[in-house]
């Protein structure tokens, strides 16, 4: 679609968002909507007629009442103020059920707007995630969707009426004054627009700091409340208040050079309507002098100029607001246009589970061009066995489990299920026939409940207590006073680490996968919560083909085949005791993890020793460190 104006950094906005906007306005299927709407413009146009009448009765009650007492006939001068009630009342009716009867329009169109960017931003890949702010991102569709409000109260039902009054109300001066009063009056309109519309134009700047420093200031907030544990570890508070009080500091400023603009506005505005009302009516008391106009002339040549008036008074909050409208809106779209980088292939297919054997074709991946992670690596994961990865940070090992969840595409080469290429089966069926368990285990901030019956949106009761009895949590959950009604916190940070791997671990048996993935899920625990967790790992992956991801190899020992990792290539494989003996990079590994392991046990001991003086522990300590 053609960009149709300037970007909004010389003071306008990218109309797009109003002809992307009108699918939504005149939905397809919705024959009940586009009634509403045409409906809608009928009261809009009858508004208006109503409006336009209510000067013109005015008049005629005017001259009525001017005349003499014996000449006023009381009927007429009652049929008149009656007509000129039933103006009032149907300028008003029309235009309530106008708002009433599109309000549903309205509404569905936010609605529809907002769930479709909402559901295409989980639609992006990982790296569009890792790459924006949630913060700004939640803030984005926010103020889109209250654009859109913004963008139709104002647009339809203020500028296009005020447009239409006007040329109704200069052919009524032409007609029954004269095309200089008529001009008058549009020149008026039209300098008071110009001058609206020029300094809102300038103003819309500090609008925009307004908005960026909100945005921000937004975005800090968040961030720094998902870190609480982080700020309070490292005593900085008064450093997380400071960002936030900048952040504010700007948002005041602009706050105050918008105020400030906004009062030379008004008066420039004021002092327009002022001298267009002055000469029209002294244009009008000349006429009267002369016999050419009546009293009910200059009553409605006044009605009229305050009829107009009215609408014109909020055209630079209407032009400010439909601009930011127009720029919330245009960023939202981008969001709701932004493309996939990983899609389904045209003809893919559902995943078919046979056994559930994973392999791995001389993939080679990279997450920018010039840095390669895999280098054309090759292996298998049979039907029903264990197959561990392991190697240093930076290995290459949790790309693994990015790419077998297809949440980025491979360079080259191919991942299979089964015989079947990843890219050719529908993410949703591919995803849902794995299930992971993550090194950090972030949890909802709802309900033990609802975060384990999330592996299963729907399961029953009996089946989410079956989840957690296997996952050997439920004696926790029933000790605590609000059982499976229990919060767990922002990201679960009101359970410990095992607490929420074992609620990790009840959804995924909840899901019940074919495939099951465990991506360092116990490297993050102490030695003693790491063995119950393992333990509990082990029944779960039994006769499941598991690819284990992992740190600490005393985790992996029992695999049936162990990976060796070192900068995107495999270097070593085979099972535990053969690559031991192998006396290759494994074995040197697992005797540096096991001489760190004595060397804890050994401080432990020192430290709960209390035979040992405080200067001997100290000795100890700093030998078992070594």
């Known amino acids: 679609m053609p960009r149709s104006l300037v970007e909004e950094g010389n003071g306008t906005a990218q109309v797009d968002p109003l002809w992307r906007l009108m699918p939504y306005l005149w939905p397809k299927g919705r024959a009940d909507l586009r009634l509403r709407v045409l409906v809608s413009l009928v009261c809009l146009v009858l508004a208006i007629l109503a409006t336009a009448t209510f000067p013109v009765v005015m008049r005629y009650v005017t001259d009525a009442l001017a005349k003499s007492p014996a000449q006023i006939a009381l009927s007429s001068a009652l049929g008149l103020i009656g007509a000129y009630v039933v103006a009032r009342i149907l300028m008003q009716a029309f235009a309530q059920l106008r708002d009433g009867v599109f309000a549903k329009v309205q509404y569905h169109a936010m609605r529809e707007v907002g769930v479709s960017t909402f559901a295409h931003v989980h639609t992006l890949s990982l790296r569009f995630h890792l790459e924006r702010k949630t913060g700004g991102l939640s803030r984005v569709i926010e103020r889109g969707t209250k654009g859109i409000d913004t963008l139709l109260s104002f647009a339809l039902f203020n500028i296009f009426p005020t447009l239409f009054q006007l040329l109704i109300f200069c052919a009524i001066l032409v007609t029954t004054l004269n095309v200089w009063i008529a001009l008058v009056t549009f020149a008026m309109v039209v300098a008071y627009g110009w001058f609206t519309l020029a300094v809102t134009r300038w103003r819309i700047q500090f609008r925009r700091e307004m908005n960026q420093s909100d945005q921000e200031a937004n975005t800090k907030a968040v961030d720094s409340l998902l870190n609480y544990e ?12 400071r960002r936030f009080d900048r952040s504010m500091e700007k948002y005041a400023r602009a706050s105050i050079a918008s105020q400030t603009s906004l009062s030379i506005l008004n008066t420039g505005q004021a002092i327009i309507v002022s001298l267009g009302m002055g000469a029209v009516m002294a244009m009008t008391a000349f006429g009267i002098k002369y016999g050419r106009f009546t009293v009910g002339d200059f009553v409605m040549a006044n009605a009229i100029l305050m009829q107009l008036y009215m609408p014109l008074n909020l055209l630079g909050t209407v032009y400010r607001e439909i601009t930011q409208a127009l720029v919330d809106m245009d960023a939202m779209f981008r969001l709701l246009h932004q493309p996939q980088e990983v899609v389904d292939a045209p003809d893919a297919r559902p995943l078919a589970i046979s056994g559930g054997e994973i392999e791995f074709d001389q993939v080679v991946f990279a997450y920018e061009p010039a840095r390669t992670i895999l280098k054309g690596i090759s292996f298998k994961v049979p039907a029903g066995k264990t197959v561990a990865v392991v190697g240093p940070s930076g290995a290459g090992k949790s790309t693994i489990s990015r790419i077998l969840y297809r949440f980025y595409d491979i360079k080259s080469g191919a991942v299979r299920i089964d015989g079947q290429d990843i890219r050719m089966v529908t993410q949703a069926s591919l995803r849902q026939a794995i299930g992971i368990v993550p090194q950090d285990t972030v949890l909802f901030n709802d309900t033990i409940r609802y975060n384990i019956a999330y592996g299963r949106i729907g399961a029953s009761e009996a089946e989410i207590e079956d989840a957690a009895r296997m996952a050997q949590i439920e004696p ?62 082990n029944l779960v992956s039994r006769n499941r083909t598991t690819l284990v991801i992992a740190h600490r190899l005393s985790t992996v020992v029992d695999a049936d085949e162990i990976l060796v990792l070192d900068h995107g290539e495999i270097i070593e494989r085979g099972r535990h005791s053969e690559l031991l003996a192998r006396g290759g990079h494994y074995a040197a590994m697992w005797n540096k993890q096991k001489e760190a392991a004595a060397a804890r046990e050994r401080l432990k001991a020192v430290e709960h020793d209390p035979d040992v003086s405080p200067d001997a522990a100290r000795l100890r300590r700093e030998e078992a460190a070594e």
């Open 476 to 537: 926790f959950i029933r000790d605590l006073p609000e059982g499976y009604d229990a919060m767990v916190g922002e990201r679960g940070l009101k359970l410990s680490g095992g607490e929420k791997q074992r609620v990790a671990i009840a959804r995924t048996i909840l899901k019940n996968p074919p495939i099951l993935l465990l991506d360092e899920a116990t490297s993050a625990l102490d030695t003693g919560t790491e063995r119950e967790i393992q333990s509990q790992l």
């Open 230 to 241: 982080t700020v309070k570890y490292f005593n900085n508070e008064a450093h997380e208040t």
